[in-house]
């Protein structure tokens, strides 16, 4: 197979949670401009729609859902409407997520559920209702977004946020744990793990603390509009086959510089 045929995704159907914005949106251009047909749902679904027609200026087709990630009901709904318009689901990316910043000892603890709800609980049934659909296949890849606020502590200067960390260090447990389970069914998990990108939901610690994360940066910038790309599309293709369970971090050296 020729490389331009490995990270080609022409004649799949990808399913991006909270594609409407940021990080989402970053991935689902990608996959468009490899020639996949795009869904993308969140509960805003006016922000979902307009980027969904934006998308078929690249030649595919597109559809757009609102959907709770957190409601089992809202995601089979996405499931089985997406069977029904493309005939099969080969990628899906469980984007979705929110954060709330607290002390420690001060977390609501509404808040710390409605945190993992979102980041945790809706990775595990979407990844179950969509897994079911790719094990039938017998193909499929599942890119799950973790952080790299999820790899070990946080330095409370720059993110106090012990739901949001705690959360992504369990959507990492689970992305091995699935890999393992459904790798004998030629479906494959894996995981990418951000650091610091110039999203809607980072602004507010960009903005608290976003001088002492460039010193901690050896690449001394945030994640560009460009940087998420290659890697998401690296995991969705056939480049990536013999890949299972691993953690894509994609943090400008963030991590291995961390002693």
């Known amino acids: 197979m020729k490389i331009q045929e490995l990270f080609s995704l022409k004649g799949k159907t990808a399913i991006v949670t909270g594609g409407g914005r940021g990080l989402g949106q970053q991935i689902a251009v990608a996959y468009a401009e490899a020639g996949a047909n795009i869904v993308v749902c969140s509960r805003n679904l006016d922000a979902c729609q307009q980027f969904s027609d934006a998308l078929k200026a690249h030649g595919v087709r597109s559809i757009a ?12 709904h996405v499931v089985d409407d997406t069977v029904k318009e493309f005939g099969s689901i080969d990628i899906l990316v469980n984007n979705s997520g929110t954060s709330w910043g607290a002390p420690a000892l001060e977390m609501p603890v509404d808040k710390w559920d409605k945190v993992m709800d979102i980041n945790l609980k809706a990775v595990f049934l979407f990844s179950q209702a969509v897994g079911k659909i790719m094990v039938e296949q017998r193909s499929g890849k599942i890119i799950n977004i973790a952080s790299i606020a999820g790899m070990g502590g946080q330095d409370p200067f720059i993110m106090d946020a012990i739901g949001y960390a705690v959360s992504k260090g369990a959507v990492i447990t689970l992305t091995k744990d699935l890999a393992v389970k459904l790798a004998p069914h030629n479906v494959h998990v ?13 602004k507010a610690i960009l903005d608290y603390s976003g001088e002492k994360i460039l010193e901690r940066t050896p690449a001394g910038r945030f994640g560009s509009d460009n940087d998420m790309k290659g890697p998401a599309l690296f995991l969705a293709s056939a480049a990536s086959d013999y890949v299972f369970g691993h953690v894509l971090v994609v943090d400008g050296g963030t991590t291995a510089a961390i002693q």
């Open 65 to 76: 859902f609102k959907c709770d990630v957190s409601n089992p009901d809202d995601i089979q």
């Open 190 to 202: 894996n995981a990418i793990a951000p650091g610091f990108f110039p999203t809607k939901m980072a």
